[in-house]
């Protein structure tokens, strides 16, 4: 099993950042991309951001040039640096870790962002 603790979430103004970070830990074992999803209120969770161990990205193409995520490998961790947020960001961030040779998908508990003035 793996366990997923997010932070940095919280209520920033149009135009602000935020930071998010997830450790990982438990059974972690073998190749796996972590990441960052969201869910606004009344629709689909949706991807933002993935990287993989060795560092290539993903990304929305609505967060593209305003959002950059990172990882550290031996800490098992990802981050989420947000910049220019806008109010249609506002959701429930999720960090995700997917385990690539067992296709599973550990999620973390969420972190509301809000963005708005």
């Known amino acids: 099993q793996v366990q997923l603790v997010e932070s940095g979430g919280g209520l920033v103004q149009p135009g602000g950042s935020l930071r998010l970070s997830c450790a990982a830990s438990?059974?972690?074992?073998?190749?796996?991309?972590m990441g960052w999803y969201r869910q606004a209120s009344g629709k689909q969770r949706e991807l933002v951001a993935v990287?993989?161990?060795?560092?290539?990205?993903n990304y929305a193409d609505s967060v593209k040039g305003r959002f950059t995520i990172s990882r550290d490998n031996a800490k098992n961790t990802v981050s989420l640096q947000m910049n220019s947020l806008k109010p249609e960001d506002t959701a429930v961030y999720y960090c995700n870790v997917h385990r690539l040779i067992t296709n599973t998908h550990y999620w973390g508990q969420g972190t509301q962002v809000t963005v708005s003035s």
């Open positions: 438990g059974s972690i074992v073998g190749i796996y991309v």
């Open positions: 990287i993989t161990s060795g560092g290539d990205t």
